[in-house]
């Protein structure tokens, strides 16, 4: 008796697991492939599942964390009684080492999304122990350095410049044959071009402050075109933060500015929420100085944070209210800091970082 309960209780478990919602049962949620050779190029499963309700469904959209993932399903409707399937594909070509990486598969029969994983280890290219450790992300078969160009403290009027290293760790010579969507305000010297075996060169970057026109964290791609047989695009990343410069200004300058004030003390403690909670709170802006008051950007660190404002330019001694949404549906069970930063004129705190904790539980 005591066999089988503990049986019963088992096949109970694994049908609640695979069982997505009152329609749908997958054979398996996670996939490990073990240990796989970077050589390969890619790997890839198939994830299948079986309509058990009486309606057709359909998926909508699957999304994965992770650009290194391809998705491929079924695209028609999926009648009662039948089945469909979800193929992740993983490139393995520049990622050795360990990967868990989730697919989030949304279906026409609920808001909800269901979430696959793949994990594995990547076992890497034999090549890869002369590679020198300074270039730490590897890229099909080159390596580099760091693939985003940070320029974290620009004003409008600095030309500034930093450089990207590349390594050819792979059996041919490889080069750079062109640039794809470069923004007016970035430059690149390439130098030669060309890799060689175990050779490396150095892209500088450079950025034009003067050509950047949006103000506070903004990041932009630009396509390295190869002739690399294991991936023939590379990407990289510039990154901006522009920020006016109010260094030079002069006391009488400083004393007719703008003033920013918010009529809450810092940090805003939300305390306890349940998760998947939906709440509010409204902030009131006052400009104490004496010429206008330009809210030129509000940047939320979380997509979990949505907010409004009325008026973005205030008059001296008027104030404007800054509404803010918090949804933490998604957010995981801990305790959080999250952030609403306001990008002004006012020179003597242009940035404003509004720190909001909240203790989110089941």
């Known amino acids: 008796m005591k066999f089988l309960i503990t049986a019963t209780f088992l096949i109970l478990s694994q049908l609640a697991f695979a069982q997505v919602n009152n329609a749908i049962i997958f054979d398996k949620m996670i996939h490990d492939f073990g240990d796989v050779n970077e050589e390969s190029n890619e790997v890839s499963c198939v994830f299948t599942f ?37 193929k992740a594909v993983y490139g393995t070509r520049g990622r050795p080492n360990s990967f868990n990486k989730n697919l989030y598969v949304h279906f026409s029969n609920s808001t909800a999304f269901q979430t696959l994983v793949i994990k594995g280890n990547v076992i890497p290219a034999a090549n890869l122990a002369k590679k020198p450790q300074e270039y730490t992300t590897n890229y099909s078969n080159l390596s580099f350095t760091q693939t985003i ?26 080069k750079i044959l062109g640039v794809k969507s470069m923004p007016d305000y970035v430059s690149l010297d390439l130098q030669d071009s060309l890799l060689d075996v175990d050779d490396s060169l150095v892209i500088t970057v450079t950025c034009d402050g003067s050509k950047v026109t949006k103000i506070g964290d903004n990041y932009e791609q630009i396509s390295l075109l190869t002739d690399d047989e294991g991936s023939d695009v590379k990407s990289i990343y510039v990154h901006t933060n522009l920020r006016e410069d109010y260094s030079k200004l002069s006391a009488k300058e400083l004393a007719m500015a703008p003033v920013l004030h918010i009529d809450k003390t810092l940090p805003l403690d939300y305390g ?16 104490k100085g004496k010429k206008d008051l330009d809210i030129i950007k509000i940047i939320p660190s979380c997509s979990c944070i949505s907010f409004a404002i009325a008026n973005q330019k205030i008059k001296p001694n008027e104030s404007v209210k800054l509404y803010i949404n918090i ?36």
């Open 50 to 86: 079986k309509n058990i309700s009486d309606q057709p469904i359909k998926i909508l959209r699957v999304e994965t964390s992770c650009g290194c993932t391809t998705p491929q399903y079924s695209r028609e409707e999926i009648k009662p009684g039948d089945s469909g399937i979800i």
């Open 149 to 174: 160009a940070s320029f974290p403290k620009l004003t409008k009027y600095q030309i500034l410049h930093t450089k990207i290293k590349i390594y050819n760790y792979n059996g041919y010579p490889i």
């Open 272 to 287: 306890v929420k349940t998760a998947g909670a939906r709440f509010k709170d409204v902030i009131v802006i006052t400009n």
């Open 327 to 362: 949804d933490t549906v998604n957010q995981s069970i801990a305790l959080h800091n999250k952030y609403l930063t306001i990008i002004s004129n006012d020179p003597k705190k242009p940035e404003m970082s509004i720190k909001m904790i909240m203790d989110i539980r089941r």
